[in-house]
């Protein structure tokens, strides 16, 4: 790889998705194949890039990011903590189709070892599209990746003009290009015409700061999410998955995280006998989750202010350092 320090050197790292998607026409911006395009074919259709950075490619998958992988995770994240030990290369950005793109970008923000700028992006509407949103959601992200006040920001994304913290980012429209949000605490900042305006920080610990590594790792344990409603019948879910061999459960609750009556407590009678833990996150998309005295006596984990799929990867990284709830209980308000 050639790299010279008269411009920034940015490396883009393609996972697929929307942003490199084809439709059957122009108008189309549902019934479209993710992951159609190369990464490669996604820069010739941009030339300004080469104004704000030297460009270089690496395709690591072309899914639809629905199909997301642990596998790819690891490899994702590792080719990310190789590359940004060169100290030529000044910054990351990640295509990735926005279905998972919050729970990539939270696992890359607990186990990217450096504080170079990381930013995923992606579109919600297809390459092919008359108006397509990935061109320019690609060129806000490099811009972010090329600016020295960037470092040390950890992981972050990049959709609609707006930049968004890892860990507080999530998809909140399924098909709208504001589909991105950050609602317990609003965005970080933004860019116009590719210059960029920080204006907030994210004061939760992250990437250099984390104890957490996947360098050693070819596997992720198993963490999965059960889902509270009325009348609920879950139990038959909780024992499949723990048949399946899940070492955790994040229990997506109703309200501020409560569990209907016949599923909490089976899950007592679980952290009872067996060595499970449990977190109680929201399905409500914004707000803290707390626990009572009684149940944090019980052994219960308290989300905070993470949803399910982010306090899912907050468990799953937590089981590869420890197994003490106590100790799990205080990644959680840390991380």
Not at 162 to 177: D, F, G, P, Q, Y
Not at 311 to 329: G, V
Request: one cysteine or more; hydrophobic letters at 40%.
């Amino acid at each position: 790889m050639s790299l010279n320090t008269f411009k920034p050197n940015i490396i883009i790292l393609a996972t697929g998705g929307t942003i490199a998607g084809e439709a059957k026409t122009k108008l189309q911006t549902t019934d479209y194949k993710s992951g159609s395009l190369s990464v490669e074919l996604l820069i010739k259709a941009i030339p300004q890039l080469q104004c704000i950075a030297n460009i270089h490619t690496k395709q690591i998958a072309n899914i639809d990011s629905a199909d997301m992988t642990d596998l790819i995770w690891l490899e994702l994240a590792k080719s990310i903590n190789s590359l940004l030990e060169d100290s030529k290369i000044d910054g990351i950005v990640v295509t990735h189709g926005t279905d998972t793109m919050e729970e990539t970008a939270y696992f890359l923000n607990l186990v990217i070892k450096s504080d170079k700028p990381v930013v995923l992006t992606g579109a919600m509407r297809p390459a092919t599209a008359m108006s397509a949103d990935g061109p320019k959601n690609l060129y806000n992200a490099i811009s972010l990746a090329s600016d020295k006040n960037a470092k040390g920001k950890g992981v972050m994304i990049v959709m609609n003009d707006k930049i968004h913290s890892a860990r507080e980012a999530t998809k909140m429209h399924t098909l709208n290009v504001e589909s991105f949000q950050s609602p317990n605490s609003g965005e970080m900042g933004y860019i116009v015409d590719g210059e960029v305006f920080l204006k907030a920080i994210n004061l939760k610990s992250h990437t250099l700061q984390t104890p957490f590594s996947i360098e050693n790792l070819d596997s992720l344990p198993k963490v999965d999410i059960v889902y509270t409603y009325s009348n609920d019948g879950s139990k038959v879910a909780i024992e499949a998955f723990l048949k399946a061999g899940s070492k955790g459960l994040v229990i997506a609750g109703s309200g501020a995280g409560s569990i209907h009556k016949n599923q909490k407590e089976y899950l007592i009678d679980l952290l009872k006998e067996k060595e499970l833990k449990v977190v109680k996150s929201s399905r409500v998309g914004s707000g803290m989750v707390l626990l009572s005295e009684e149940e944090n006596a019980q052994g219960f984990i308290a989300a905070s202010d993470l949803n399910p799929q982010k306090a899912r990867i907050l468990l799953i990284l937590s089981l590869t350092k420890t197994s003490d709830s106590r100790k799990i209980a205080e990644y959680f308000e840390r991380f």
